[in-house]
């Protein structure tokens, strides 16, 4: 796709999905020959759950690339997976007995096959036909290095909606990878005679007259003048640009959490798979487990310590008591062949049974079920003196698992190796996405079943 045009490409098929989602579902009924009142209401609420669901995972990520129909046709069909489990989880709680297994894969097949022949008939339009090609229009840079490579990438390809024709500086590009055209001072006249329409500088003016005249003239020109700001000439790490209302933000993190609708997303999976778990496994297992850490040794069912949360706030983390009574518990994490675990203990702590008293915690809003793991107080004081940004880890809430316990980040972990751990928290905090989590679940319970050598 164009990518000048990308929004407007996306709102188009955004609208086009939910026409051919509800189109196919009533085209479903008007072959449903016989169907009940009950049936016909039962597709009625299919249809509205069908879009809804469709709508918040467009917010989630992104199903609308842009370049090529491979990609395209990636995006599509995990969304359409991703749609297909959730859609499937909602349906058996919720009216199971409105809408036939038949009629919904009729429904998902249709949908499918209408998606993706819209999404190559849309990218033909552009490739073949031409779509706004007469709109693409000339540019040149102003400046050489990394920044200035990176565009006259992104300007050159076939779909960026551009003509790329070189670059004005006044010393040529080291690498001999971009085109030189002459001086700066040269840039204005040539675009003029050669009817240019876009100028991408990457040069920080050093003086601000001067930079006002170069636009002043381009603009008499019917030119635009765009800055493309070198960061790392002022940083020395990436950064994050947005607008909110009207102020330019930077941020040193790109926090996808951030987004209200994100959290919204993240909280109301954590309520259904937690209430989806309760009522098909946790109802029985959690007073048998309780039983037996009732028996196994003489103390409390439950082992309550308070651990470092979100923002760092301080909450009770649920376990089940996996040690005999000692007074170590809140100084002294445990480690292999631990003399203070009872035998059921090192059980549950190879299996991580002993976590699930956390799901009150999720409950409570106090953790997720994916996120950093929480530490003892004790030990956020220690590493947040140690190890350079170990707070940040505390942006998001606690976890039940993580990236990082499941990437072999798992135990007493000291010196290269909490780095380490705090990498990968942080790495998931940049990175997070819906179907993220359903991976670190998924490596979760296989871990789990096969044993976690790193669990102790």
Same mark, same amino acid.
């Given at each position: 796709m164009?990518l000048?045009f990308?929004?407007?490409?996306r709102?188009?098929l %955004?609208l086009?999905?939910?026409v051919?989602i509800t189109?196919s579902?009533?085209?479903i *009924?008007s072959?449903?020959?016989g169907?009940?009142?009950?049936?016909?209401?039962?597709? @009625?609420a299919?249809?509205?759950?069908?879009?809804l669901?469709w709508? @918040?995972l467009v917010?989630v990520?992104?199903?609308y690339?842009?370049? $090529?129909f491979?990609n395209?046709?990636? #995006?599509? @069909? =995990?969304?359409?997976?991703?749609?297909?489990l959730?859609?499937?989880t909602?349906?058996f709680?919720?009216?199971?007995?409105?809408?036939s297994r038949?009629?919904?894969? +009729?429904?998902?097949?249709i949908?499918?096959?209408?998606?993706?022949?819209s999404?190559?008939g849309f990218?033909v339009?552009?490739r073949?036909?031409g779509l706004f090609? &007469?709109?693409?229009?000339?540019?040149?840079?102003?400046?050489?290095g990394?920044?200035?490579?990176k565009?006259a990438?992104?300007l050159? &390809?076939?779909?960026?909606?551009?003509e790329f024709?070189?670059?004005?500086?006044?010393?040529p590009?080291?690498?001999?990878?971009l085109?030189?055209?002459?001086?700066?001072d040269?840039?204005?006249?040539?675009?003029? &005679?050669?009817e240019v329409r876009?100028?991408?500088s990457?040069?920080?003016?050093?003086?601000?007259?001067?930079? &006002? !005249?170069m636009?002043?003239r381009a603009?008499d020109?019917?030119?635009r003048?765009?800055y493309?700001p070198?960061?790392? $000439?002022?940083?020395?790490?990436e950064?994050n640009?947005?607008m909110?209302?009207e102020?330019?933000?930077i941020?040193?993190?790109?926090?996808?959490?951030?987004?209200?609708?994100n959290r919204i997303v993240?909280r #109301?999976f954590d309520?259904?798979?937690t209430?989806?778990?309760f009522f098909?496994? @946790?109802?029985?297992?959690l007073?048998?487990l309780?039983?037996?850490?009732?028996?196994?040794? /003489?103390g409390?069912?439950?082992f309550?310590q308070? =651990?470092?949360g *979100?923002?760092?706030k301080?909450?009770n983390c649920?376990?089940? =008591?996996?040690?005999?009574?000692?007074?170590?518990?809140?100084l002294?994490?445990?480690?292999?062949?631990?003399?203070?675990? $009872?035998?059921l203990?090192?059980f549950?702590? /190879?299996?991580?049974l002993?976590?699930?008293?956390q799901?009150l915690?999720?409950l409570?809003g106090? +953790?997720?079920?994916?996120g950093?793991r929480?530490? +003892?107080l004790l030990?956020?004081e220690?590493?947040? /003196?140690?190890?350079?940004?170990?707070m940040v =880890?505390?942006?998001?809430?606690?976890?039940i698992?993580?990236w990082?316990?499941?990437n072999?980040?798992?135990?007493?972990?000291?010196?290269n190796?909490?780095?380490?751990?705090?990498?990968?928290d942080?790495w998931?905090?940049e990175?997070?996405? %819906?179907?993220?989590d359903? !991976?670190?679940?998924l490596?979760?319970m296989r871990l789990?079943?096969?044993?976690d050598r790193?669990a102790?």
């Amino acid at each position: 796709m164009i990518l000048r045009f990308r929004n407007f490409n996306r709102n188009v098929l %955004f609208l086009l999905d939910l026409v051919l989602i509800t189109a196919s579902a009533f085209a479903i *009924r008007s072959m449903m020959t016989g169907t009940t009142g009950q049936g016909r209401e039962g597709l @009625l609420a299919h249809v509205a759950l069908f879009d809804l669901v469709w709508i @918040l995972l467009v917010f989630v990520r992104d199903p609308y690339p842009p370049v $090529t129909f491979v990609n395209v046709s990636k #995006a599509t @069909l =995990r969304h359409i997976l991703t749609h297909f489990l959730v859609l499937n989880t909602l349906v058996f709680l919720l009216y199971s007995d409105l809408v036939s297994r038949d009629m919904l894969l +009729m429904h998902y097949a249709i949908v499918a096959a209408c998606v993706f022949l819209s999404r190559l008939g849309f990218l033909v339009l552009y490739r073949e036909f031409g779509l706004f090609r &007469r709109d693409k229009r000339k540019a040149v840079i102003i400046g050489n290095g990394e920044v200035s490579y990176k565009a006259a990438r992104y300007l050159a &390809r076939p779909d960026s909606g551009y003509e790329f024709i070189g670059v004005f500086n006044d010393v040529p590009d080291p690498g001999g990878r971009l085109p030189l055209l002459g001086t700066k001072d040269e840039c204005i006249d040539y675009c003029i &005679r050669n009817e240019v329409r876009e100028i991408f500088s990457t040069v920080m003016p050093e003086t601000g007259e001067h930079f &006002r !005249q170069m636009i002043h003239r381009a603009e008499d020109a019917c030119i635009r003048v765009k800055y493309l700001p070198d960061f790392k $000439t002022i940083f020395s790490r990436e950064v994050n640009l947005s607008m909110e209302n009207e102020l330019l933000i930077i941020r040193f993190r790109d926090e996808k959490l951030e987004r209200i609708e994100n959290r919204i997303v993240k909280r #109301a999976f954590d309520l259904l798979f937690t209430g989806v778990l309760f009522f098909t496994v @946790l109802w029985w297992l959690l007073p048998i487990l309780a039983f037996a850490v009732r028996l196994s040794s /003489r103390g409390p069912v439950f082992f309550v310590q308070k =651990r470092s949360g *979100r923002d760092g706030k301080v909450f009770n983390c649920f376990k089940f =008591r996996t040690m005999h009574v000692n007074a170590e518990a809140d100084l002294r994490a445990a480690r292999p062949d631990d003399d203070r675990l $009872t035998r059921l203990g090192a059980f549950l702590r /190879r299996t991580s049974l002993d976590e699930l008293p956390q799901f009150l915690n999720v409950l409570k809003g106090e +953790m997720s079920v994916v996120g950093p793991r929480p530490h +003892m107080l004790l030990h956020t004081e220690a590493y947040r /003196r140690l190890i350079n940004r170990y707070m940040v =880890r505390h942006f998001l809430k606690p976890g039940i698992t993580g990236w990082a316990q499941t990437n072999g980040c798992r135990g007493d972990l000291t010196g290269n190796r909490m780095e380490e751990r705090l990498r990968k928290d942080i790495w998931y905090i940049e990175n997070w996405s %819906f179907l993220l989590d359903i !991976q670190i679940i998924l490596k979760t319970m296989r871990l789990m079943l096969a044993g976690d050598r790193n669990a102790y």
